[in-house]
């Protein structure tokens, strides 16, 4: 892991080639062939996704603005510090520890994800960072900080850092309190691979990053740390990214997005994810997080729409529900009626949840992202059964 850090660094420093990160033993797809001049000058990594299409998309992200990423996040943060990595390096929060570190204090401590992330392997990676010598910082999922919440050994970890970012998927309100309760800095991130990461902390922009909602309510981002396009994919670059008049790069999200009063930014959901409930509109994201804060025993929520042939689609839920502690009383699985009653008059009656399914955990697409149409095709057959 450690031996790729002096490729980044030439690659960052401008003397060497761009990196195109991918896991491990898989069946790594060949990037697209282009002329090299037009590629940008300081091309320094391509990163892919599959994104909610599943269709590759190649990130081009320059030197420069990976520079603007790490100088905004320490410039927020308490400065260069020691990170400990506990995410894929092949995606870009995994990426971005790899970075930060480069430009930073020193290498990052590597957890070992062998066998798959777990609270003991964290605990033991966490036992040997440096705490002290300099700002200890950590990135996270949120089904990551939701497991190490559960286990005193890693919570008791987690508090000693300075911060511990989490992004890649919204952290609800309940997760970020539980968070804040057991002493852990939490810096709940926004932002995606096309603007190097997280680029909006607890709401607000890094220094330099702009945000702006366009007419259609998607959220535009803004600034050094957008990425040049897709590589060898005009026509989705010019469908997201363009340049203005003064030379700032934009990149237009296909999140739903809103600007309070104090210049706060909240993600209301995506505009893929929109159900059409009898010719109303309903965000998942709300309901998600009704469900999770106010329906007891709810650790998490993902919220789809699934064919209805009265409404269109039906409002659908799929809930993990909260451990049960040992030698604890058991509580009452919730169920659709207590769900409708518990949150009638706090949503919308459009949005009250029509069918409601408990899982054990929630398939994946990629780092902290639930797999939507997944669980939309398991709640569709649970809706069948009636």
């Known amino acids: 892991m450690l031996e790729v850090l002096p490729r980044l660094r030439a690659a960052l420093d401008g003397t060497g080639p761009a990196l195109a990160p991918y896991a491990a033993g898989s069946i790594h797809a060949p990037l697209p062939d282009v002329d090299p001049a037009g590629l940008p000058a300081d091309l ?44 894929p390096p092949y995606h870009v929060a995994g990426i971005q520890v790899l970075v930060r570190s480069v ?54 970890a987690l508090a000693r850092f300075d911060a511990v970012l989490c992004g890649g998927a919204a ?119 009704a469900l999770v804060r106010y329906l007891p025993g709810v650790r998490d929520a993902v919220v789809v729409g699934i064919p209805s042939a009265r409404w269109g689609q039906a409002v659908a839920a799929a809930i993990v529900l909260e451990s049960i502690s040992p030698g604890g009383s058991d509580r009452p699985t919730p169920t659709l009626q207590d769900a409708r009653a518990m949150l009638r008059g706090l949503l919308p009656d459009a949005a009250l949840p029509q069918i409601l399914h408990v899982v054990h955990a929630f398939p994946m697409r990629g780092p902290g992202k639930p797999d939507r149409a997944a669980l939309a095709a398991l709640l569709a057959e649970v809706a069948a059964r009636g």
């Open 103 to 156: 430009l930073g204090a020193g290498p990052p401590v590597v957890m070992d994800l062998t066998h798959g992330f777990t609270a003991r392997g964290f605990v033991q990676a966490a036992q040997s960072m440096p705490f002290g010598d300099h700002p200890a910082y950590l990135s996270l999922v949120p089904t990551q900080l939701t497991r190490l919440l559960g286990h005193p050994g890693a919570t008791a």
């Open 171 to 289: 952290t609800s309100p309940g997760l970020s309190d539980r968070a804040l309760a057991e002493g852990v800095p939490l810096v709940a991130t926004y932002g995606m691979t096309e603007t190097c990461g997280g680029c909006v902390y607890d709401g607000s922009p890094l220094p330099d990053v702009q945000v702006h909602i366009d007419n259609d309510r998607h959220v535009v981002l803004g600034g050094p740390t957008v990425a040049h396009g897709y590589l060898a994919d005009p026509a989705r670059t010019a469908d997201h990214f363009h340049t203005d008049a003064d030379g700032v790069r934009w990149f237009r999200t296909d999140d739903l997005g809103q600007i309070d009063d104090d210049g706060q930014l909240h993600i209301t959901g995506r505009a893929d994810d929109l159900i059409n409930t009898g010719g109303v509109k309903v965000a998942p994201g709300p309901v998600e997080d």
């Open 44 to 87: 320094a990594l391509v990163v892919s996704t599959s994104g909610s299409t599943g269709l590759p998309k190649h990130t081009m992200l320059s030197a420069a603005a990976l520079h603007a990423s790490v100088h905004g996040t320490h410039e927020v943060l308490a400065g260069p510090g020691r990170w400990l990595l506990a995410l």
